[in-house]
Antibody
């Protein structure tokens, strides 16, 4: 069965970087994309961007361009999201999800990774 | 990039039906049949309930149904149950940004 498991809790200082991982199993990783989203405290879901696990093409939300990098490692079926120059308002739960590009939907989600940015 | 507009909250009694709206523009909802709905219980992974406007993934109850008219999509939950109490988000394909999500709706079962 399809599973998506994310890395654990992160605590970072302002200005630092964080890299969250997302390990997939139960399907052919390179046949799908990976979307990254986040939910800040008391806020809704916010789409951050997408990467094709087939060819590495990316599409980042304008808000995060220049500060985010999404990558994949097909040898380990793992996706990564690195966010740099962290600020306190980057404190959020970060989610990855399998992207079914043909249907423009995200059908399997990770459990979420809490990233806290605090001095 | 502006989010899709959803009501902040919707409530209903057990057994009733409720409908959640999701309003966008002709550049997203109105232009493409790529609307999805997600159920999110706090502390858990969001769950896909509807994709491509009205399709249910395997294992999703037929109490959940989706539709679209013009720039507005809707999710209807019939036979409301206590376990349906959660936050619900719509999303749509938008060529300029790939995805746009809704503001979220808290469903309360009275």
């Amino acid at each position: 069965q399809v599973q998506v498991v994310q890395s654990g809790v992160e605590v970072k200082k302002p200005g630092a970087s964080v890299k969250v991982s997302c390990k997939a199993s139960g399907y052919t990783f390179s046949s799908y994309g990976v979307s990254w989203l986040r939910q800040a405290p008391g806020q809704g879901l916010e789409w951050m961007g997408w990467i094709s696990a087939h060819n590495g093409n990316t599409n980042y939300a304008q808000k995060f361009q220049g500060r985010v990098t999404m990558t994949t490692d097909t040898s380990t079926s793992t996706g990564y999201m690195e966010l740099r120059s962290l600020r306190s308002d980057d404190t959020a739960i970060y989610y990855c999800a399998r992207d079914r590009s043909g249907s423009h939907t995200n059908d399997y989600w990770g459990q979420g990774t809490l990233v806290t940015v605090s001095s | 990039q502006s989010a899709l507009t959803q009501p902040a909250s919707v409530s209903g009694s057990p057994g009733q039906s409720i409908t959640i709206s999701c309003t966008g523009t002709s550049s997203d909802i109105g232009g493409y049949d790529y609307v999805s709905w997600y159920q999110h219980h706090p502390g858990k992974a969001p769950k896909l309930m509807i994709y491509e406007v009205s399709n249910r993934p395997s294992g999703i109850s037929n109490r959940f149904s989706g539709s679209k008219s013009g720039n507005t999509a809707s999710l209807t939950i019939s036979g409301l149950q206590a376990e349906d109490e959660a936050d619900y988000y719509c999303s749509s394909y938008r060529p300029s940004t790939l995805y746009v999500f809704g503001t979220g709706t808290k469903v309360t079962v009275l």
